[in-house]
């Protein structure tokens, strides 16, 4: 899609047209969603953020400012709704992690591919990724996917938590410190 129909399908979108919005949404859908899923790690929250977020950009599209970025404007939407839920989460206490579902997986390995063990390794450093991400607080981990995932600077992280410069370079810090300490079995550090 042209920049230019991308822009005209915003604008009838804050008229209330709903299949312009629509567009918007096929649009930045897939984006969106890696973004959630990088956020949450769980791609039912990273559904469920995905839809909040749109539901609450539809609601919100009289506030945009046009002068702004409609993709940066939904990624901070996104980032505030993935916030809420891995708050939610964290709250409850649960512990899900993620394991590559069965497509993911190949049913014949190539020949020349990777070894079976380095296959294996993989997984598990995979496995521990996840469930280390899990440790962090949910400001640590947005941060830090934030950081080492979008590649955003600590001032966009900052703006886009609403915090201060040094405390979104310490959330990142405290993440990396975290995930170092989580993973150091790996490398065979104590």
């Not at 956020?39 to 839809?51: F, I, S, Y």
């Not at 993935?82 to 497509?103: G, I, K, Q």
Request: with cysteine; aromatic share 6%; glycine share 6%.
């Amino acid at each position: 899609m042209e920049a230019g129909d991308a822009a005209a399908a915003l604008a009838r979108a804050r008229q209330g047209d709903g299949d312009a919005f629509r567009v918007l949404v096929d649009l930045h859908a897939r984006n969106a969603f890696a973004l959630a899923f990088r956020l949450t790690g769980d791609n039912r929250d990273a559904e469920d953020v995905v839809q909040e977020s749109f539901i609450r950009a539809f609601r919100q599209l009289g506030r945009f400012e046009s002068r702004s970025n409609f993709g940066t404007w939904l990624h901070r939407i996104i980032v505030n709704c993935a916030m809420d839920a891995l708050r939610a989460r964290h709250s409850r206490r649960e512990e899900r992690t993620v394991s590559p579902s069965d497509d993911e997986l190949p049913d014949v390995l190539p020949a020349d591919g990777p070894s079976p063990e380095r296959l294996a390794r993989s997984a598990e450093i995979r496995r521990r990724v996840e469930t280390s991400m899990s440790l962090l607080t949910p400001q640590e981990r947005v941060a830090f996917a934030l950081r080492h995932y979008e590649g955003l600077s600590i001032d966009d992280i900052g703006r886009t938590l609403g915090v201060q410069k040094s405390a979104a370079k310490h959330a990142v810090f405290r993440a990396v410190r975290k995930l170092r300490a989580a993973l150091a079995p790996l490398r065979g550090e104590s």
